[in-house]
T-cell receptor, first 116, second 111 residues
Framework: GAVVSQHPSWVICKSGTSVKIECRSL??????MFWYRQFPKQSLMLMAT?????????EQGVEKDKFLINHASLTLSTLTVTSAHPEDSSFYIC????????????FGSGTQLSVL | GENVEQHPSTLSVQEGDSAVIKCTYS??????FPWYKQELGKRPQLIID?????GEKKDQRIAVTLNKTAKHFSLHITETQPEDSAVYFC??????????FGQGTRLTINP
């Protein structure tokens, strides 16, 4: 199956700093990637849809200036949490959609962000 | 937009018994319904999926049924084992578009 790599797997940062999370599709080209956030014991909530070469589409209530998404190539999307605050602490997971519109989603391993 | 409701939120069954998790969706245009299993701190793993042109799909101990008219689909796990304990999520989408997830079901298999 397709492999999606996500780094880092966990990160601890001070309040006010920025954190970048990378999501790579290793053996396929992903035209579309999705970024989810998951709070403890809750479901996955879609934050934004990232399309290669264009601006990301954010879900309602998600601040685009706080969660910067870049999808510069067919194998890499990045999420930068800017000026992180403790309430941003969460499990962030990326997922990738195959190049030919295959609706199967392949998830990264997730990033546990803790903001002190 | 699409809304997916999942029940129950928690489910506890004896090892060897069957477990059933149900989901309903709101958008009749949705045509892809995957189920994911997520263990604590891990990524969701796709365990089975079904498309709207199929009413039932089975893979060993796991089966999914879909009722398009009623807009609901269910996950069935037979002969449950301790390693089936996890959180299960249903989801729905229109082709190649974003998935909307249900709230999740925490399944516990009691030995």
């Amino acid at each position: 199956g397709a492999v999606v790599s996500q780094h880092p797997s966990w990160v601890i940062c001070k309040s006010g700093t920025s954190v970048k999370i990378e999501c790579r599709s290793l053996d396929f080209q992903a035209t579309t990637m999705f970024w989810y956030r998951q709070f403890p014991k809750q479901s996955l909530m879609l934050m934004a849809t990232s399309n290669e070469g264009s601006k990301a589409t954010y879900e309602q209530g998600v601040e685009k200036d706080k969660f910067l998404i870049n999808h510069a190539s067919l194998t890499l999307s990045t999420l930068t949490v800017t000026s992180a605050h403790p309430e941003d602490s969460s499990f962030y997971i990326c997922s990738a959609l195959g190049q030919y519109g295959n609706e199967k989603l392949f998830f990264g391993s997730g990033t546990q962000l803790s903001v002190l | 937009g699409e809304n997916v409701e999942q029940h129950p939120s928690t489910l506890s069954v004896q090892e060897g018994d069957s477990a059933v998790i149900k989901c309903t969706y709101s958008d009749s245009a949705s045509n892809y319904f995957p189920w994911y299993k997520q263990e604590l701190g891990k990524r969701p793993q796709l365990i089975i999926d079904i498309r709207s042109n199929v009413g039932e799909k089975k893979d060993q101990r796991i089966a999914v049924t879909l009722n398009k008219t009623a807009k609901h689909f269910s996950l069935h796990i037979t002969e449950t084992q301790p390693e089936d304990s996890a959180v299960y999520f249903c989801a729905a989408s229109k082709r190649a578009q974003k998935l909307v997830f249900g709230q999740g079901t925490r399944l516990t298999i009691n030995p």
